[in-house]
């Protein structure tokens, strides 16, 4: 800037003392601009200085102006409190103002994308077609089990998502199954400038019940969810709905989040009017104890209305039935995560352990066997699940990771039905371990192994080698 001013006045006193000079050199030289034009081209030149210097003094009080507040905000930042531990949400996006001129400004609104591509290979024991869950009646349409064997594509997962102006964001989610076609997992707008430490959604979304519960699969630790979470939830719990979530302003993070939704996904279904089907509420807290360990815990309910949902079972004979179930199903979770890495640096070796407990009552009626006998009568589970699994980065790029989890089917009452069902002890159980090796934070490749004992009397021992890529832009993941 002093450089471009010094040469401006160069110029300028260089101009002047040509402009002195001229007329000695000659002085029967007409002094109108018509009969000299280097007068003229002086005139315009002086013009044109004066233009860069006002330009310049402006551009320099912005600075100055700019300047000011950044020193303001970073003394504000240095007496505030302490940020929020780890566990919290990561904050919105700021929003992407477009300028006028520029190359980059007409791209200012292009949403972010990001593009998951996976695959695997499975070697089964037993055949997929023929998994079910022992004790357990499921949605027919459910996504569960190990998927096919041999050599297949996984799920595409394709992103996009960008601030929409001030107050709002936008995100969506596409599925892209190999031969299911494309499938919106999430489509949603949220706030950004709520104020207060609320936050709001509203579209389609995974429920922030639990803690597997709102990621998506390339996030998981392990190929597949746990049994608990296919058993009662159909594998993971989405709807159509409104969210509110409220960040409450304290060292130790505390966050509490409602839903309302229209009840869709399992273990809601079937709604045809105009209320609602499902609603839940969440609260989680979690914080830190030292530089090497941080911790995450929360308690969360599902409730959900079901009519005439359709559900697979096994009758006494053995035999493969379809039922329909109308009533209320509550699920309630409890979650806990707990991290360890040396002085808080991750990159090299760290250690997460995390389960989960999951409780499911359902009470209403069931139809028996459709298309068949049709016999109505009462029906009462109370069921449940948890699984407990650790995963230790040993060195950097590789992990290896142990679950173990188990189902109870308690004793369902089945009321004027109970003579077509068999009553069973029978807790369906898995054991995985897995080990994984990421070059990059955008790629990653993962051995499997399981022994999968979901179906009385029967052991399915599962390797699986799967391949994760990440394309584009992608946020990071929470806690």
Same mark, same amino acid.
């Given at each position: 800037m002093a450089a471009a001013l010094a040469l401006g006045l160069t110029i300028e006193l260089t101009i002047g003392t040509a402009s002195h000079a001229a007329?000695?050199?000659?002085?029967?030289?007409?002094?109108?601009?018509?009969?000299?034009?280097?007068?003229? #081209?002086?005139?315009a030149i002086r013009q044109e200085i004066e233009a860069m210097r006002a330009a310049y003094e402006a551009r320099l009080q912005a600075l100055e102006t700019r300047l000011k507040a950044a020193e303001a905000a970073a003394a504000v930042a240095a007496s505030a409190p302490s940020p929020a531990p780890p566990a919290s949400p990561a904050p919105a996006p700021e929003p992407v103002v477009a300028t006028r001129g520029g190359g980059g400004g007409a791209n200012a609104f292009n949403p972010a994308i990001s593009l998951i591509l996976s695959g695997q290979y499975a070697r089964l024991s037993q055949d997929p077609a023929d998994y079910g869950i022992t004790g357990f009646q499921l949605p027919t349409d459910a996504e569960l089990g190990p998927g096919e064997r041999g050599l297949g594509l996984g799920e595409t997962e394709l992103g996009l998502s960008a601030s929409i102006d001030p107050w709002l964001r936008g995100a969506v989610t596409l599925a892209l199954a190999p031969e299911e076609g494309v499938e919106v997992e999430e489509a949603y707008i949220e706030t950004t400038a709520l104020g207060g430490g609320f936050t709001a959604r509203a579209g389609r979304f995974f429920s922030a019940i639990g803690y597997l519960n709102p990621q998506h699969a390339h996030s998981w630790d392990f190929i597949d969810n746990p049994l608990a979470y296919q058993a009662l939830l159909g594998n993971q719990h989405g709807n159509d709905g409104l969210r509110l979530s409220w960040l409450a302003p304290t060292d130790q993070y505390l966050e509490f989040t409602g839903e309302i939704g229209r009840g869709s996904a399992f273990?809601?279904?079937?709604?045809?009017?105009?209320?609602?089907?499902? /609603?839940? *509420?969440?609260?989680?807290?979690?914080?830190?104890?030292? %530089? @090497?360990? @941080?911790?995450?815990?929360? *308690?969360?309910?599902? +409730?959900? +209305?079901?009519?005439?949902?359709?559900?697979?079972?096994? #009758?006494? $004979?053995?035999?493969?039935? =379809?039922?329909?179930?109308?009533?209320? =199903?509550?699920?309630?979770?409890? #979650?806990?995560?707990?991290?360890?890495? &040396?002085?808080?640096?991750?990159? !090299?070796?760290?250690?997460?352990?995390?389960?989960?407990?999951?409780?499911?009552?359902?009470?209403?009626? *069931?139809?028996? #066997?459709?298309?068949?006998?049709?016999?109505?009568?009462?029906?009462?589970?109370?069921? @449940?699940?948890?699984?407990? $699994?650790?995963?230790?980065?040993?060195? &950097?790029? /590789?992990?290896?990771?142990?679950?173990? %989890?188990?189902?109870?089917?308690?004793?369902?009452?089945?009321?004027?039905?109970?003579?077509?069902?068999?009553?069973?002890?029978?807790? &369906?159980?898995?054991?995985?371990?897995?080990?994984?090796?990421? &070059?990059? %934070?955008?790629?990653?490749? !993962?051995?499997? /192994?399981?022994?999968?004992?979901? !179906?009385?009397?029967?052991?399915?021992? $599962?390797?699986? *080698?799967?391949?994760?890529?990440?394309?584009?832009?992608?946020?990071?993941?929470?806690?």
């Open positions: 007329p000695a050199a000659a002085p029967a030289a007409p002094s109108t601009p018509e009969a000299n034009p280097a007068a003229g #081209d002086i005139r273990p809601a279904g079937g709604n045809e009017g105009n209320g609602l089907g499902m /609603w839940s *509420l969440s609260a989680h807290t979690g914080g830190d104890v030292g %530089e @090497s360990h @941080s911790w995450r815990a929360g *308690l969360s309910v599902l +409730k959900t +209305k079901a009519w005439d949902q359709e559900l697979s079972a096994t #009758d006494i $004979q053995s035999q493969a039935v =379809t039922n329909a179930f109308t009533g209320n =199903t509550r699920v309630w979770i409890a #979650d806990a995560v707990w991290k360890w890495a &040396p002085n808080g640096n991750a990159t !090299r070796t760290n250690f997460k352990l995390q389960g989960e407990y999951l409780s499911s009552q359902r009470r209403g009626d *069931l139809v028996y #066997d459709l298309g068949g006998a049709e016999t109505t009568g009462a029906y009462r589970a109370t069921q @449940s699940g948890w699984y407990l $699994q650790g995963v230790y980065q040993f060195m &950097p790029s /590789w992990r290896v990771g142990l679950r173990t %989890e188990q189902l109870d089917a308690g004793t369902p009452d089945y009321g004027a039905n109970a003579a077509a069902f068999a009553a069973s002890d029978y807790r &369906p159980r898995k054991n995985t371990l897995m080990l994984d090796f990421s &070059p990059s %934070e955008f790629s990653r490749f !993962r051995l499997q /192994w399981g022994e999968d004992k979901s !179906r009385a009397g029967v052991t399915d021992r $599962q390797i699986s *080698l799967q391949y994760q890529m990440s394309l584009g832009a992608h946020g990071a993941h929470g806690f």
